[in-house]
Nanobody
Framework: QVQLVESGGGLVQAGGSLRLSCAAS????????MGWFRQAPGNEREFVAA????????LYADSVKGRFTISRDNAKTTVYLQMNSLNAEDTAVYLC????????????????WGQGTQVTVSS
């Protein structure tokens, strides 16, 4: 099955931007729907965005809609999360996840997870 490694996190000032990457290994990337989630200290893991296998369909949490963009490059087996207009509430560990079918916002529906990358937004 696919294995996932996130990168691109860091410290950014409020109003700034970051682009996260999630590199996948394994032959099933192009047949996997992908999602980004985040977890802040003391909070439950929450859905951020999802993208279908061919990249033609996307879903976003209301809290990030219009600011974040999910995309994927199947040739590079990588999924991205472009984050703009960041604010302190976006501070969290960001994790990518994979599942066979597109369309779920539920943590429990994703069987494969990366280890996460920390994003810290200073105000």
């Amino acid at each position: 099955q696919v294995q996932l490694v996130e990168s691109g996190g860091g410290l950014v000032q409020a109003g700034g931007s970051l682009r996260l990457s999630c590199a996948a290994s394994g032959r099933t990337f192009s047949t996997s729907a992908m999602g980004w989630f985040r977890q802040a200290p003391g909070n439950e893991r929450e859905f951020v965005a999802a993208i279908s296998r061919n990249g033609g369909s996307t879903l976003y949490a209301d809290s990030v809609k219009g600011r974040f963009t999910i995309s994927r490059d199947n040739a590079k087996t990588t999924v991205y999360l472009q984050m703009n207009s960041l604010n302190a509430e976006d501070t969290a560990v960001y994790l990518c996840a994979a599942r066979p079918l597109y369309g779920s916002r539920l943590v429990a529906d994703y069987p494969v997870w990366g280890q996460g990358t920390q994003v810290t937004v200073s105000s």
